[in-house]
């Protein structure tokens, strides 16, 4: 059992649809590879009744794009599959992204229609990212949008996200990222704590009351092993046997006990009562099991101090995608003349032209509006917020938007973003976006 | 942008809950950690109104147990962030996986409480597995159920996966993989594609026709460079336009068109007439655009030869996690004797001890019971298919369950399956499990 897997690689461009580089051949072929593109990555909608969403994963993207490249295993597999011809690999072999990518910082709310990221290149380089920038942002955005409602339940309680389990492996270490930019406060998954600079925490499974003999001798082996300041799980057997157990073991110096099945809402009330009659009244009680927002905002007059949540963070609670796209909304002609592009549709609106945006706030600093404006900046106004931002200028990425820092920096981007945004987006109710989307 | 990321490593050993590492320091602490364990991973129930659910992750499981190791870079990060004591990082140091598993194998049908995975070893190496393990089942059974519903529903015609820009990048990969085990013909995915040996397909974007000047010269550029057999995007403008150009271009070679908008089962039958009034009768429809298993289920009627099948698909069509849990069932005590174990609870069954598993048949063959025993296999039967197999034996891999032969194994065997279920497995209606599990 040592076998390195055939496939590693560090190149990040195989994520991507078949599609996408047979486009790239023909259109080799036709000459207008060459064509200068604006691409741009957006939501139609927002999914059924939420208020807002939050983007995430921009950093990841731009971390990412730094190793979309075609080594010799990626062209290897693509030329024994023949996916493209000759020449296609050849250009491929010397692929670097050159252009200029733009968009809506991570952390930042969006609504239906905001240019979440723009990218401006040769069609040759920008159609090809198209998978790799989906997956991302619709990946994390859906997770970031799930985390920033449970977190606005909380109200103030600290969030610890617990869903590695329920979600693919690599994907749980990018939804635990997404859940801190969103206001988590910390994450169970280890690879999210190495990756992203994450603070990880853990309390203990009932497989490890349930390999001791007794409850009994499992608490005193985690009390004596990890400290008096632990969380002990006290739901295996008897909740109030193993409350008085915990204390008795742990005194007044427990740090928490951690409640994992039944009516979380009445348990913890008198599990409150009966650590605070046995003079632990600063251990704190810790709840889990299959939460989601509207059970945490159920928790809010309950003595609960922190919430762990799982299943609903890293399943976007009912929404597991985004839903964003990725159009070619302007390209130039043979005259090097930039031209607005769209598809017809009966029912969607597609708007071409390369999009700018900022966030109109009334005199006391609350959003109103989404103000996209079409091949320009929408005109000054004296509280419009400008929202987009350049990622990587020349194909040069520009300083702050990655690693750790970036994250932390997200995380106080969303907290600035919520303060601004009107008071519904804390309801959890189904409705429309909590601003309008218009054009300037 | 050349930088290769700092966390880069083929160790997948941090895909792990904080607490498992905890677990250990403490079990390492009270001895417990040496005690033999039995922990099984099963679902309590099949997602709302499904009838079956299908196997599917166990040979990427594998795989990445073999990496399931702690290198100096894992054991810094443990060591940096005081995630456990020393004593623990120099256990971690040496970890090696030296026990057994057993489950059921890839492409397999379960139902609930089905023993999916039985991992046999001290508690030490069986409890770190845990977060892995579940993240790999979860996410691949997840897809592989739905995809296998699609299946179901296309009656015999092709399911294409095309939904990598719904996912994370990697669960995208993965999700191909659990497609294909579950019958799908083919996917857009090219990192699935090297990775696992599938076949890759593509068509066209509506990016593609509007870069060009005109649908024509798009058009002619995608024949020119792919050849006749090629599938045209013929929905960027107007359908019956594109068609006509199509034809005129291709010719009676045309391979297929692409229908991605509007009322797909009304216009499956206009496109199919005016391709035959054409003289295209071998030109093939593929039909895309937000299917799931209802929308196939609708198209049956239609003259739609190939389902492209995205978003659904790679959120598992309502159920994006398959729910299993791991749980410790039995372990030795201090004498080395072994003891069933299971947590108290009000409304799950927990039933302790080592299960086996096999599938009650008529004896026309069809499947009337899972059939689990406790501790021992079920007494045999006449038409009785055990449905247990040994994936690792002393921490050796057994072959077969690896690599690209194991995912064409795992499609036929899903294929056989499938033709064991009773008929109602076919319906789309909620409803309970199509067998009942019983105990011997």
């Known amino acids: 059992m040592d076998t390195s897997p055939a496939w590693d690689s560090r190149f990040t461009s195989l994520y991507t649809d078949h599609y996408e580089l047979t486009m790239l051949q023909a259109a080799l072929h036709s000459g207008a590879a060459e064509r200068r593109t604006v691409f741009e990555a957006f939501a139609r909608g927002l999914p059924e009744g939420r208020r807002y969403g939050i983007v995430a994963g921009t950093g990841r993207l731009l971390e990412g794009l730094a190793s979309f490249r075609f080594g010799p295993s990626e062209l290897e597999f693509l030329e024994q599959t023949g996916v493209v011809n000759g020449a296609t690999l050849a250009r491929l072999a010397e692929f670097r992204f050159t252009g200029d990518i733009w968009g809506y910082p991570e952390g930042e709310a969006y609504f239906p229609y905001s240019p979440v990221l723009i990218v401006e290149s040769t069609f040759a380089e920008a159609c090809i990212l198209e998978t790799f920038v989906l997956s991302v942002l619709n990946h994390d955005s859906a997770i970031a949008s799930a985390a920033s409602r449970m977190v ?66 499992a608490f005193r082996a985690q009390l004596d092993s990890l400290g008096s300041g632990t969380t002990l799980l006290v739901d295996t057997y008897d909740v109030e046997a193993a409350v008085r157990t915990a204390v008795d073991l742990a005194g007044d110096k427990l740090g928490a006990v951690r409640l994992d099945s039944g009516d979380l809402v009445a348990q913890a009330h008198w599990v409150r009562e009966l650590l605070d009659s046995l003079g632990n009244v600063h251990t704190k009680i810790v709840v889990t099991s299959d939460l989601d927002e509207y059970s945490v905002a159920a928790l809010r007059a309950a003595p609960a101090d922190a919430y762990g949540i799982g299943t609903a963070l890293v399943t976007g609670s009912g929404a597991p995608t985004a839903g964003m796209v990725y159009k070619l909304v302007g390209r130039t002609n043979d005259a090097g003349k930039f031209a607005a592009v769209a598809k017809s549709s009966k029912n969607k609106i597609n708007v071409g032209g390369r999009k700018h945006a900022l966030r109109r706030l009334d005199s006391s600093g609350t959003a109103t509006h989404e103000v996209l404006g079409v091949g320009r900046l929408p005109p000054k106004e004296p509280h419009g917020r400008p929202l987009v931002q350049q990622f990587i200028s020349g194909g040069k990425l520009l300083p702050g938007w990655t690693g750790p820092e970036a994250v932390a920096r997200a995380r106080r981007r969303h907290a600035d973003t919520m303060a601004e945004l009107p008071a519904v987006v804390n309801r959890l109710q189904r409705g429309e976006p909590a601003i309008p989307t218009i054009y300037a």
């Open 152 to 217: 606005s339940a909380a109200a103030g309680r600290p969030c610890l996200e617990m869903g590695s389990r329920r979600a693919h492996e690599e994907a749980a270490a990018a939804a635990a990222r997404a859940a801190v930019i969103a206001g988590f406060a910390a994450t169970s998954n280890l690879e999210a704590g190495r990756r992203f600079g994450l603070r990880t925490v853990g309390t203990a499974a009932h497989s490890f009351t349930l390999l001791h003999d007794t409850e009994r001798d």
